[in-house]
């Protein structure tokens, strides 16, 4: 069974900066993807970032291009989401997925990820 951990998540201002980590327990993730989605409330899982087994591929949701940045370490079997130049609408409940079997990058919905962290609360505030 895996299991998913997030942290970083907090306060921050308009225009500030946080990174995530997501650690990976109960088996490796070194030849997997990864991903980030998030929450706001009343609306959808939205995807965030993805990124390919090797780090080789990365992918962004169009709103956080150019301002975030995915990464991982597989000696340490975590992944980070460095985000940039954060605005209120990035407010959201930030979870970190894994899928089964999946080693490229390019899996943006929800639906494509088996297992979850618990998310961890990012509040952006004007």
């Known amino acids: 069974q895996v299991q998913l951990v997030e942290s970083g998540g907090g306060l921050v201002q308009d225009g500030g900066s946080l990174r995530l980590s997501c650690t990976a327990s109960?088996?490796?993730?070194?030849?997997?993807?990864m991903g980030w989605f998030r929450q706001a409330p009343g609306k959808e899982r939205e995807f965030v970032s993805s990124?390919?087994?090797?780090?080789?591929?990365?992918y962004y949701g169009d709103s956080v291009k150019g301002r975030f940045t995915i990464a991982r370490d597989n000696a340490k079997n975590t992944v980070y989401l460095q985000m940039n130049n954060l605005k209120p609408g990035d407010t959201a409940v930030y979870y970190c997925?894994?899928?089964?079997?999946?080693?490229?990058?390019?899996?943006?919905?929800?639906?494509?990820?088996?297992?979850w962290g618990q998310g961890t609360q990012v509040t952006v505030s004007s």
């Open positions: 109960g088996r490796t993730v070194s030849s997997v993807a």
């Open positions: 990124i390919s087994w090797n780090g080789g591929r990365t």
């Open positions: 997925a894994l899928p089964i079997a999946r080693f490229n990058a390019d899996y943006f919905q929800a639906s494509d990820y088996d297992y």
